[in-house]
């Protein structure tokens, strides 16, 4: 899926984007929202991130001081490579 232009990303800071998904859903095409985080890993890397926090699917939002990725509803913390980092969510 196209997310973006490459060159609107900073280098190693998480950039939320809104992807939609197409989907069957018996005689139905649902087309679903998602937030997901692009993030600039090298001169022609990006990595995609899911926007929802892995311990009970609060959306997330990134801090740009603490360079984290952190839920609101429970403490959750991730890195910008999607590693946890803190709180309640699945090592």
Same mark, same amino acid.
Do not use: F, H, N, P
């Given at each position: 899926l196209k997310a973006g232009s490459f060159d609107a990303l900073r280098d190693n800071e998480p950039m939320p984007v809104t992807l939609r998904v197409a989907r069957q859903d *018996? +005689? %139905?095409? @649902? @087309? /679903? =929202? $998602? @937030?997901? +985080? &692009? @993030? $600039? %890993? *090298? %001169? /022609?890397?990006? =990595?995609? &991130?899911?926007? %929802?926090c892995t311990h009970l699917g609060c959306r997330t939002s990134y801090d740009r001081a603490q360079q984290r990725i952190v839920c609101p509803c429970h403490g959750g913390q991730f890195g910008i490579d999607g590693s946890v980092k803190g709180g309640p969510p699945p090592f």
């Open positions: *018996g +005689y %139905t095409q @649902v @087309v /679903d =929202r $998602k @937030v997901v +985080y &692009l @993030v $600039k %890993t *090298g %001169t /022609d890397e990006v =990595r995609a &991130l899911e926007s %929802t």
